[in-house]
């Protein structure tokens, strides 16, 4: 008989636990787990090993296997540090008994857990170190690679052919790598190769090192690849970063020095050895290094102060860093020190020299003071005033300029109204709000209205605070206020001057006129105009000679003109016959050529004046120069001492002493005894200081008659203004005493007259008078006909600088009304930098060859050979000259810099720099506009139309640039221009 084995017994020998589960009642009610007790233990307690895990559905496994169909699920048993896992399969027998098989899965569930972590780590560590793995089959060709490898090759997928993979590396690469590949495979050399890829995703050139072995057993190759790009160029900056740390050691702006600290046996630091110094050290300290190394501060310095030592040393010890400034009597100087401990026992320092930084603290706190009496002196306040607090602060110079005791405090909003009119409030309304609102800077004058109608003008600038905190913006506003009431004056009597000044020009009797190199009339004045025949300038300019007068006198005219502006020739003084009515006048003409900077002819200025009446006298003069020489004047010449040097036949008819009598003796043998000592010692004191005198003497002839004589006594004088000669002019007057003091009254009264009339013309307008007298003064002289012959060139060279000055002064506002109505012509063309900075360098020479014996005049040059750039050849010299003339202008002595400054691949950009009078900060915008200067009014020193920056700044913006500036009063200024190439 067989034996026989029960199903129960089978069931217990599964290698799994079962439980058949009775859904209703939660029980067990079958098992081969020897632990529970059928029909007693509730299937929670062994399924979900939770006693509450049944009372509610969505926690219970069984309801879940039931209604969503799941077969099966993994449950977790124990703890974080002591967790099992199981495998439970559910299959239901019918809709009250689930059977549920379980197994432990404990070490099958973290092993895969365990394996898909590293596989997570293997790809982030592929990702963060740029390496990545694959593999080769040598017999079907295919490599399989990591995500990392993908990453690197910048490959479509992680399969590809060996054909695909050789196209990655660079061409120059690929035969190497196949010889590898091979000796890998045929030969087992190693395989360690570095080589480029060219990366397919985004076309970039990257470093590999890839390492590989090969498994023969399974005819696999297994490398590693690695993206070394930036780990090589990591390791070639690290060496740059080395040289470069040599070199700021040796070059650093900073002393540096590195020491060992030296303490007693209860560990007090007494002294400290030097083991290394930079070279800014040396020049700082004044030490060599060599001298100082491995050795000991009071050895070398043993009157170091201890405090040093105390200092350093608590650096040292603690490796608590320190920073101080401290004044060093050793050197005299003041120190900014930095000190740390790299180890124990060890420290080191940077400093650098603040002495001059200490001294600038200093002389900020001094110029602080100067600002505030310059403020004082200039009229000029400031102010703030913030909208949020409604507070206004302003300097005291304020007060002064509103006439407002400080004890009141500053002015109120409500209080506005007493000082200024309801106009005016309103401009000033406008201001505010435009600074507040829009941001926007303001300027604006107003009228100050003070007790006992008293008024003052004054300038208020108004503008946005600048900062960075953008809470505040659109809250604070800035400015000032100048009392310019003095500037306001001089500029409208400055207004009543250029009328006077049009009315003297227009009513001068010569001609004066301007033609252009076609011969046209650019200028001319009233004078201009009778010599034509008209009765309007209007009706000349833009006019030929042709056009005004008859062929063959045109013929004439014009033959003058092109010699002067086709030859450059100076016509002085051509007498030209000129058709008027039956009777031809006579014009005694001159015509200089017209030149610009660049000393090319651009015109003519001519002067004619109507001497048919002094043609006409001129016998008459003849005649009278001949009755002069004849007359009984007497002539004598005496030398400084007084002794007598020369007489003249009319002193032998006046006195009876002959010429031989007298020379070398004092003029005293002709006192009568009448005349009053003083009245010598008047004549003496008079003529010894450089003046003229006039006077009466009541002399003695040799007979021993006495006669009145009328006598005109001045010096004469060298070239260096000294007193080399008196000349003494007499007339017998006995008889004609009344007629002589009648001739003194009259020529008092013309006296007078011509200094009323010099000091009308002192307040004409400075720029176009002093350009015109120079014209006129001169012409004068050239016409009179009584200059000699030798000074006549002199005498054009002046005219022809003044009228090049009057030119300039009209170019310049011809110019600028160009380019306000944008009609200034540029022509782009290419040309080379380096010539126009030479031509102004060497005319700027010549021109000023006398001032540069005390001006330093040099040019920085272009270092780059024909340097083109594409611009308007002639506007740029035009500009860069007028701040060169300017620099010249406010350059006494030091030096004068222009030249090449900077370019880039649009832009070039010139500096012109001077040691002159610099500018002041609150002038850094008017300079800027036109007919503004730095200094203004007629007291000002130093001449100008003020159009030359403003010309300037407005080329080199239609230039695609600008001006720039550095200055402060008193110091340097330094321009730069700037326009594309």
Same mark, same amino acid.
């Given at each position: 008989m067989k034996d026989k084995t029960s199903a129960g017994e089978i069931l217990k020998a599964l290698p799994v636990t079962y439980y058949v589960i009775n859904y209703d009642s939660k029980k067990i009610i079958q098992s081969n787990d020897p632990n529970v007790a059928v029909n007693k233990s509730i299937c929670c307690e062994y399924l979900c090993f939770n006693d509450n895990a049944c009372e509610k559905p969505e926690t219970c496994v069984c309801y879940k296997a039931l209604e969503t169909g799941k077969s099966g699920c993994i449950i977790e048993k124990g703890n974080s540090n002591n967790k099992e896992f199981y495998s439970a399969e559910f299959s239901p027998l019918d809709k009250k008994h689930l059977v549920v098989s379980v197994k432990n899965v404990t070490d099958e569930f973290l092993t895969k857990k365990e394996l898909k972590i590293n596989t997570k780590r293997l790809n982030r560590a592929e990702r963060l170190a740029d390496f990545g793995s694959w593999e080769f089959s040598v017999d079907d060709k295919i490599m399989i690679a990591s995500d990392g490898a993908v990453k690197i090759y910048g490959a479509r997928s992680n399969q590809f052919s060996l054909e695909e993979a050789q196209n990655f590396p660079l061409k120059k690469y690929r035969k190497e790598l196949n010889k590898a590949l091979k000796d890998l495979i045929n030969l087992a050399k190693p395989y360690n190769i570095k080589f480029e890829i060219k990366r397919p995703t985004d076309s970039k050139i990257r470093r590999i090192h890839s390492i590989a072995e090969y498994r023969e057993d399974k005819r696999m190759v297994f490398g590693v690849i690695h993206d070394i790009t930036e780990a090589e160029e990591a390791q070639k900056a690290l060496g740059e970063s080395e040289n470069n740390l040599k070199h700021l050691f040796k070059n650093m702006n900073s002393g540096f020095a590195y020491h060992k600290i030296i303490t007693d046996k209860s560990g007090k630091p007494i002294d400290y050895i030097f083991l290394d110094v930079n070279s800014k050290f040396e020049e700082i300290i004044g030490l060599k290094r060599q001298e100082i190394l491995n050795r000991r501060v009071l050895d070398i310095l043993p009157n170091t102060e201890k405090f040093w030592i105390e200092r350093y040393g608590r650096v040292a010890l603690t490796g608590k860093p320190d920073n101080f400034s401290e004044y060093g009597s050793l050197t005299g100087k003041y120190f900014e020190v930095s000190a740390y401990s790299p180890k124990k026992n060890y420290f080191a320092i940077t400093f650098t020299d603040i002495s001059k930084r200490v001294q600038s603290e200093i002389d900020l706190k001094e110029s602080l003071e100067d600002l505030r009496m310059a403020q004082k002196y200039a009229k000029i306040g400031n102010w703030k005033y913030n909208r949020k607090t409604e507070e206004i602060q302003w300097s005291e110079q304020i007060f002064e300029i509103l006439e407002r005791e400080p004890s009141l405090g500053v002015i109120k909003p409500i209080e506005v109204s007493k000082y200024l009119s309801e106009k005016d409030i309103?401009?000033?309304?406008?201001?505010?709000?435009?600074?507040?609102?829009?941001?926007?800077?303001?300027?604006?004058?107003?009228?100050?209205?003070?007790?006992?109608?008293?008024?003052?003008?004054?300038?208020?600038?108004?503008?946005?605070?600048?900062?960075?905190?953008?809470?505040?913006?659109?809250?604070?506003?800035?400015?000032?206020?100048?009392?310019?009431?003095?500037?306001?004056?001089?500029?409208?009597?400055?207004?009543?001057?250029?009328?006077?000044?049009?009315?003297?020009?227009?009513?001068?009797?010569?001609?004066?006129?301007?033609?252009?190199?076609?011969?046209?009339?650019?200028?001319?004045?009233?004078?201009?105009?009778?010599?034509?025949?008209?009765?309007?300038?209007?009706?000349?300019?833009?006019?030929?000679?042709?056009?005004i007068y008859p062929k063959e006198i045109a013929d004439i005219y014009t033959e003058d003109d092109r010699r002067v502006i086709e030859k450059g020739e100076t016509i002085i003084n051509r007498e030209e016959l000129l058709p008027s009515g039956d009777k031809n006048r006579i014009i005694l003409t001159s015509k200089f050529p017209l030149k610009n900077d660049n000393d090319k002819i651009i015109?003519?200025?001519?002067?004619?004046?109507?001497?048919?009446?002094?043609?006409?006298?001129?016998?008459?003069?003849?005649?009278?120069?001949?009755?002069?020489?004849?007359?009984?004047?007497?002539?004598?010449?005496?030398?400084?001492?007084?002794?007598?040097?020369?007489?003249?036949?009319?002193?032998?008819?006046?006195?009876?002493?002959?010429?031989?009598?007298?020379?070398?003796?004092?003029?005293?043998?002709?006192?009568?005894?009448?005349?009053?000592?003083?009245?010598?010692?008047?004549?003496?004191?008079?003529?010894?200081?450089?003046?003229?005198?006039?006077?009466?003497?009541?002399?003695?002839?040799?007979?021993?008659?006495?006669?009145?004589?009328?006598?005109?006594?001045?010096?004469?004088?060298?070239?260096?203004?000294?007193?080399?000669?008196?000349?003494?002019?007499?007339?017998?007057?006995?008889?004609?005493?009344?007629?002589?003091?009648?001739?003194?009254?009259?020529?008092?009264?013309?006296?007078?007259?011509?200094?009323?009339?010099?000091?009308?013309?002192?307040?004409?307008?400075?720029?176009?008078?002093?350009?015109?007298?120079?014209?006129?003064?001169?012409?004068?002289?050239?016409?009179?006909?009584?200059? $000699?012959?030798?000074? !006549?060139?002199?005498?054009?060279?002046?005219? @022809?600088? #003044?009228?090049?000055? *009057?030119?300039? /002064?009209? =170019?310049?506002?011809? $110019?600028?009304?160009? !380019?306000?109505?944008?009609?200034?012509?540029? @022509?782009? #063309?290419?040309?080379? *930098?380096?010539? /126009?900075? =030479?031509?102004?360098?060497?005319?700027?020479?010549?021109?000023?060859?006398?001032?540069?014996?005390?001006?330093?005049?040099?040019?920085?040059?272009?270092?780059? =050979?024909?340097?083109?750039?594409?611009?308007?050849?002639?506007?740029?010299?035009?500009?860069?000259?007028?701040?060169?003339?300017?620099?010249?202008?406010?350059? =006494?002595?030091?030096?004068?810099?222009?030249?090449?400054?900077?370019?880039?691949?649009?832009?070039?950009?010139?500096?012109?720099?001077?040691?002159?009078?610099?500018?002041?900060?609150?002038?850094?915008?008017?300079?800027?506009?036109?007919?503004?200067q730095g200094e203004e009014g007629d007291s000002r020193k130093y001449e100008g139309s003020g159009l030359g920056l403003t010309i300037s700044n407005a080329i080199m913006e239609k230039l695609g640039g600008g001006v720039e500036f550095e200055s402060k009063k008193g110091g340097s200024s330094i321009f730069y221009l700037k326009f594309k190439k």
């Open positions: 309103k401009e000033l309304g406008a201001a505010v709000t435009r600074a507040l609102v829009n941001n926007k800077a303001s300027e604006l004058q107003v009228r100050i209205i003070l007790p006992g109608n008293k008024t003052k003008w004054a300038e208020i600038i108004c503008q946005p605070e600048k900062t960075d905190n953008q809470k505040s913006k659109g809250q604070i506003i800035q400015g000032t206020i100048q009392d310019i009431t003095e500037s306001k004056n001089a500029e409208e009597e400055l207004n009543t001057t250029n009328k006077l000044l049009r009315t003297v020009i227009d009513n001068i009797p010569d001609a004066i006129y301007m033609k252009d190199t076609q011969y046209r009339k650019l200028i001319a004045n009233k004078g201009d105009a009778i010599h034509c025949g008209v009765d309007d300038i209007s009706e000349i300019i833009g006019k030929s000679d042709y056009d015109g003519l200025v001519g002067i004619g004046r109507d001497i048919t009446e002094l043609k006409e006298n001129q016998k008459k003069l003849d005649l009278f120069q001949y009755i002069i020489y004849q007359t009984p004047l007497s002539v004598m010449i005496t030398g400084t001492n007084g002794e007598i040097e020369y007489v003249n036949p009319g002193f032998t008819n006046a006195t009876g002493y002959k010429s031989e009598e007298v020379i070398g003796k004092d003029p005293g043998f002709l006192k009568s005894g009448f005349t009053e000592p003083s009245h010598y010692k008047e004549l003496w004191n008079s003529i010894c200081s450089g003046k003229t005198w006039y006077g009466e003497f009541h002399n003695k002839k040799k007979d021993g008659t006495y006669f009145w004589e009328n006598a005109v006594i001045a010096p004469v004088f060298d070239d260096k203004e000294k007193i080399i000669h008196f000349v003494a002019i007499k007339e017998d007057i006995t008889e004609k005493k009344q007629i002589i003091e009648d001739l003194k009254i009259a020529k008092e009264k013309a006296e007078e007259s011509n200094r009323l009339k010099s000091n009308f013309l002192t307040n004409l307008s400075h720029e176009i008078r002093t350009p015109l007298n120079g014209i006129l003064g001169f012409s004068n002289l050239i016409c009179s006909g009584t200059a $000699d012959a030798g000074r !006549l060139k002199y005498y054009g060279e002046i005219v @022809e600088a #003044s009228g090049r000055r *009057l030119t300039k /002064v009209i =170019e310049d506002i011809i $110019d600028m009304s160009m !380019l306000q109505s944008n009609q200034l012509k540029f @022509e782009i #063309s290419e040309f080379d *930098l380096g010539d /126009v900075l =030479e031509e102004l360098y060497n005319s700027y020479r010549e021109s000023y060859k006398s001032k540069l014996t005390d001006i330093e005049f040099s040019l920085k040059s272009l270092k780059i =050979e024909n340097f083109v750039v594409k611009s308007d050849r002639l506007r740029v010299k035009q500009a860069l000259n007028n701040i060169i003339e300017n620099a010249f202008k406010f350059t =006494e002595k030091g030096f004068i810099k222009f030249g090449y400054f900077n370019f880039d691949d649009e832009t070039v950009t010139l500096f012109v720099e001077d040691s002159g009078i610099g500018i002041e900060e609150n002038k850094s915008k008017i300079i800027f506009e036109a007919f503004r």
